[in-house]
């Protein structure tokens, strides 16, 4: 495997960019969660949520109608646009000029969210963080990869990146098929995992925060909402991947003293975000 390079406090402030004293919510990102379907609305709350907590100044999500009061009054912060079905997403359409989109969370394989992925994916050119089930969705059909634009965040764990590429046999044979797809798409793979590694065509990142206690339900979810939060921000993809990565590590290494392994959850990612923001701002 290529000698990767340490995803480390060091590493971490050539790409971290500190806030400015006179932004505000107009200039400081906006983005949209696209996902859910009915008993998975959970995933878009944490989703949207984490993207709020990291930064971006307005966040809306894109949802099943039978998600409305739900996202609502779980988090009145974020802005709600429903689908015209009621139980899953059908027809992905929208006013707004969202600077990232995160898509994937919740969002179930029927096949009207097939089509709906397929109409999605040829007419969009917003920066673009892809997880979950529209990544299996595109497993399903490898032809909709030609349909993802270039510097594309893809956020596979073990079982989606294997429904990409394939049974491997070892470690190298699932490093340099990761490596081949990221080159042959000219996509941004953040191989999920203990370690996390982000592979872009040839260089690959190897994360060096987070544990077993993010073993637990939802906290990719609030990694997707992370990493749209920082690509709406003007952070490259590359680097908005490599910093979501790390801060999302970080949560679960500051909150472990207090939560044990077995009590953390997702939500505790999302408490946390501020206190491992925090310890950026210290090390300058
Ligand atoms: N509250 C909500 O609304 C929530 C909604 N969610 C939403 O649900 C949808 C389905 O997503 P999902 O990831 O649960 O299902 P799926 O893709 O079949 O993968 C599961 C299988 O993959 C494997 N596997 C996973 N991690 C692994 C690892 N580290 N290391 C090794 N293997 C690993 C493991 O397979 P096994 O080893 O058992 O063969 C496991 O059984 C999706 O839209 C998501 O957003 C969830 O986020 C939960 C909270
Ligand atoms: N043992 C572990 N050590 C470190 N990180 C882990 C461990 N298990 C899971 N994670 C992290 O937790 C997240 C789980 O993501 P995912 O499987 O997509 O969860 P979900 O779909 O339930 O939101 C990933 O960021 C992964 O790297
Ligand atoms: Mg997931």
Redesign the pocket.
């Known amino acids: 495997m290529t000698n990767p390079i340490y995803i480390d406090q060091k590493e971490i402030l050539k790409h971290y960019k500190e806030p400015d004293k006179h932004t505000h919510k107009g200039i400081q990102g906006h983005a949209l969660i696209i996902?859910g379907s009915y008993?998975?609305?959970?995933?878009v709350s944490?989703s949207s949520k984490a993207c709020l907590k990291t930064g971006c100044g307005l966040v809306s999500v894109f949802i099943p109608k039978c998600g409305y009061t739900i996202l609502q009054t779980a988090i009145p912060e974020v802005m709600v646009l429903t689908d015209i079905q009621e139980e899953i997403i059908s027809n992905i359409t929208f006013e707004i000029t969202p600077q990232a989109i995160g898509i994937?969370?919740?969002?179930?394989q029927a096949v009207e969210t097939q089509n709906a992925l397929y109409e999605f994916l040829k007419r969009n050119t917003i920066p673009l963080v892809i997880?979950?089930?529209a990544l299996?969705i595109i497993s399903n059909n490898k032809k909709l990869l030609a349909l993802v634009k270039p510097k594309t965040v893809i956020t596979p764990?073990?079982?989606?990146l294997e429904r990409l590429i394939g049974k491997w046999d070892s470690e190298e044979e699932k490093m340099s098929r990761t490596i081949s797809l990221s080159k042959q798409y000219d996509v941004i793979i953040v191989m999920?995992?203990?370690p996390t590694r982000i592979i872009d065509g040839e260089t690959v990142y190897e994360n060096t925060t987070g544990n077993a206690a993010l073993?637990t339900?939802?906290t990719?979810?609030v990694l997707t909402g992370m990493i749209s939060s920082l690509l709406a921000q003007s952070y490259e993809p590359v680097s908005a991947a490599i910093l979501g990565v790390y801060l999302h590590g970080l949560t679960a290494d500051i909150a472990l003293p207090e939560t044990g392994y077995q009590s953390f959850i997702?939500s505790d990612v999302i408490a946390n975000i501020g206190k491992a923001f925090l310890s950026l701002e210290k090390q300058e």
């Open positions: 996902g008993g998975k609305i959970g995933a944490l994937g969370p919740g969002l179930g997880d979950a089930d299996n764990h073990p079982k989606e999920k995992g203990a073993a339900a939802g990719g979810d997702a």
